[in-house]
């Protein structure tokens, strides 16, 4: 696909799930997000820039871990997610978050001017995603960390179905590469290409709750990649997509009527 139409596609896409995205995957990401800010080793007095923030999930608790003097320069393509962390920042009284709407293959900044760039789940979208990294590499300082997680290998993830249910109804284009870079090697090997050195890479399996079928559609299709295609299905289809995708993940359904789905995540870090 035309890079321009993908980045277009995420933009209006993000800003379509914006609203739902925040409550609906706070606790199935807390997990992963924990391992990557793990991995990224932030202490008091760093300047971080997060790629891909969303709705700020993972800025806050970057803002928090490098608090007193330390700073996060929060950055997505979609205009609604950035407005939602500044207002996440605001509401939970952090004065050292910083925002901007930024697409991840173009940074406007300053060589070596971070001691980390974080990005959680977001390069999976990017349609160039060695360029992405190159650009976290080039604004950090030698020495200093970039740090990144995204979905691992498709048969790994219980939700994965929803990609080719949706597609079948409508021409989304959502991310026709998104579990290419969950396939083994994929992430190390687009860092060491994007010139990024001492690179560790971890894989894990996370069982994702949700308490009903109610949240789990509400999460996957209104808060997910697959947002802006669902808000053009009419009423029947849509009914449809829900019922289709909800027998794709019958077998996660415990007695009592959550959902617990596996989701497979690659984490890594290097450094320039
Ligand atoms: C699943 S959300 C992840 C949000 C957050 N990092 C988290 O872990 O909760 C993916 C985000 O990637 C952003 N995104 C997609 N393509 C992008 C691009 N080319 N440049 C920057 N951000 C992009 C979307 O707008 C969306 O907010």
Not at 104 to 115: I, Q, R, T, V, Y
Not at 226 to 231: G, W
């Amino acid at each position: 696909m035309e890079a321009r139409l993908q980045r277009r596609i995420q933009r209006y896409g993000w800003d379509a799930a914006a609203p739902a995205y925040d409550n609906s995957w706070s606790i199935q990401l807390w997990p992963t997000h924990d391992t990557l800010l793990k991995m990224a080793s932030l202490k008091p007095g760093m300047r971080v820039l997060e790629i891909a923030c969303g709705t700020g999930l993972v800025t806050m608790r970057v803002a928090d871990a490098v608090a007193p003097g330390g700073s996060v320069f929060a950055t997505d393509i979609a205009g609604e997610m950035v407005a939602e962390t500044a207002n996440q920042a605001l509401s939970k009284g952090f004065d050292n978050v910083e925002t901007a709407r930024m697409e991840a293959e173009n940074l406007p900044l300053e060589d070596d001017s971070f001691d980390v760039a974080i990005c959680a789940l977001g390069l999976m979208y990017v349609p160039d995603p060695v360029r992405a990294l190159a650009e976290m590499c080039r604004v950090v300082k030698p020495g200093g960390i970039v740090a990144v997680t995204v979905w691992g290998e498709r048969r790994n993830c219980g939700w994965a179905d929803i990609f080719p249910i949706i597609d079948a109804r409508v021409k989304s284009e959502v991310c026709p590469l998104f579990f290419s870079m969950g396939v083994p090697n994929v992430l190390a090997a687009s860092m060491e290409t994007a010139g990024l050195t001492r690179i560790e890479q971890t894989r894990r399996t996370v069982d994702m709750l949700f308490p009903d079928y109610v949240s789990l559609l509400h999460a996957q299709i209104d808060g997910g990649p697959v947002a802006l295609a669902a808000k053009r299905f009419s009423r029947a289809t849509r009914e449809e997509v829900d019922s289709a995708f909800l027998a794709s993940v019958s077998g996660y359904r415990q007695e009592d009527g959550s959902y617990k789905i596996p989701g497979e995540f690659v984490s890594a870090i290097g450094s320039p």
